[in-house]
């Protein structure tokens, strides 16, 4: 079956850098997402890496090491938009379906 | 980029009523659809599979008899909670996708909150 881990939650302040680190185990991988989620709202979509290497969008990077079953978030100078819950989730091979982490809250302190 | 809505964003129902969520999307065809549930404070949890014209794929645990959805065109599924209870209440939320399910992006809905009393 896939699993996933990821810290429950995280604190950083304004302006700072912040990784969020998520850490699977899949029977076959198809890459690895990352969504946003504000409190009583829909998941965002940030980014997918399916090879190794860092993808970045603005603030956002999202980094993959297959060999290591390793990804990370990586944001950027922080805003108090940022807050939110951030989930990983990988495909699993029958019929595609996403499987989520448990979600990182992160609060963006002043 | 790809929408997908879901109606109603809220609904609130007395225990035994049967409450029908609609998901479409708005842009695009969508192949399949993915129905999760989402308790306070936790992860969304996929409840059943769905494709245009065939029965829907549900994850163990999930009763197809109480959770009836039905994908009857390419831009709308519908999920029915038969016989609510106020431990159904939750967030339930649709996303979508069209090609290949283990690489495309799935689109996600705004979610419809579900509060049983």
């Known amino acids: 079956g896939q699993s996933l881990e990821q810290p429950s939650e995280v604190t950083a302040v304004e302006g700072a850098i912040v990784q969020i680190n998520c850490t699977y185990q899949?029977?076959?991988?198809?890459?690895l997402s990352w969504y946003q989620q504000h409190d009583g709202g829909a998941p965002t979509f940030l980014s997918y890496n399916a090879l190794d290497g860092l993808e970045e969008t603005g603030r956002f990077s999202s980094f993959l090491s297959r060999s290591d079953s390793y990804g990370y978030l990586l944001l950027q100078e922080l805003q108090m938009k940022d807050s939110a819950s951030y989930f990983c989730a990988v495909r699993d091979h029958q019929g595609g379906k996403l499987i989520f982490g448990q979600g990182t809250e992160l609060s963006v302190k002043p | 980029g790809a929408v997908v809505s879901q109606h109603p964003s809220w609904v609130i129902c007395k225990s035994g009523t049967s409450v029908k969520i609609e998901c479409r999307s708005l842009?695009?065809?969508?192949?399949?659809m993915f129905w999760y549930r989402q308790f306070p404070k936790q992860s969304l949890m996929l409840m059943a599979t769905?494709?245009?014209?065939?029965?829907?794929?549900?994850e163990q645990g999930v009763e197809k008899d109480k959770f009836l959805i039905n994908h009857a065109s390419l831009t709308l599924s519908t999920l029915t909670v038969t016989s609510a209870h106020p431990e159904d209440s939750s967030f339930y939320i649709c996303?979508?996708?069209?090609?290949?399910?283990?690489?495309?992006?799935?689109?996600f809905g705004p979610g419809t909150r579900l509060t049983v009393l």
């Open positions: 842009d695009f065809q969508a192949t399949t």
């Open positions: 769905s494709n245009e014209g065939s029965k829907a794929t549900y």
């Open positions: 996303s979508a996708t069209w090609g290949e399910v283990l690489t495309d992006t799935q689109y």
């Open positions: 899949t029977s076959g991988f198809y890459g």
